[in-house]
């Protein structure tokens, strides 16, 4: 996943904005990483470079 | 390149492992694929566009998307599985696209085109399922490519007419759907589909 995606992601239950904490990175390409809803504080993991914005 | 290079392209464009019958996960059929992608190029809608692939299953569209000359394709799924199947092919063929797993529903990124082979609800569960993948569309985008049964053809036309948005081109096509699941009872049946290409009242 490409740091910049988070510009265009936002949260599936409130449609806040998202903040992104890397765990593991290759260049611009986030490999591990939560997006955290600055809003409602949900929490959507990328493993393997996929984010999943389900709802968990 | 010529339609039969991209359709050869697309072929290798990896199945479902374990297609699930709730989603109604069918691979698009790669001569049609390459054939909607090389319409939507002649349209103008590929080259330099922003296009997204609404529930995209393992990317075939996002591929042929991608290959044509699209800036910016995503690809965005219900399914984690089939995303990791697309998104494993990606790197290894090292298109850059990006996969992420999201509802539909809750996608709110604007783009230039969609090209979309929604469920065609033929599940219960699904009821109505392409009406929201049209309702997302008109949101999102100025042009949708999107494949329907023909016999619900005239339902979405009246949807589309209700929303304001036009039909500029439509195109049949036989969609061979083969025996994956048990509650199929015929090796193959062969649907009729329309793809529609559909402006929104967006610019």
Redesign the interface.
Known sequence: MKKDIINILCCPTCKGDLELKIKKDIKDDVIEGIFTCKKCKCKYDIEDGIPNLLPK | MKKKELEIILQKVPSFINPSPNLEQYLTPANIAADIIFLAHQFEDIRNKNVIDLGCGTGIFSFGAYITGANKV?GID?D?YC??IA?KYA?KTDYKI??????VI?F??KCDTILMNPPFGAQKSNLNIDRIFIDKGFKIASVLYSLHLTKTISFIEKLIEKKGGNITFSKKYTFPIRWIFDFHKKKVVNYDITLLRIKTDKN
């Open positions: 995503i219900i984690k995303i990791e998104k790197k990006s996969f992420l797993v999201s509802n809750d709110e990124e």
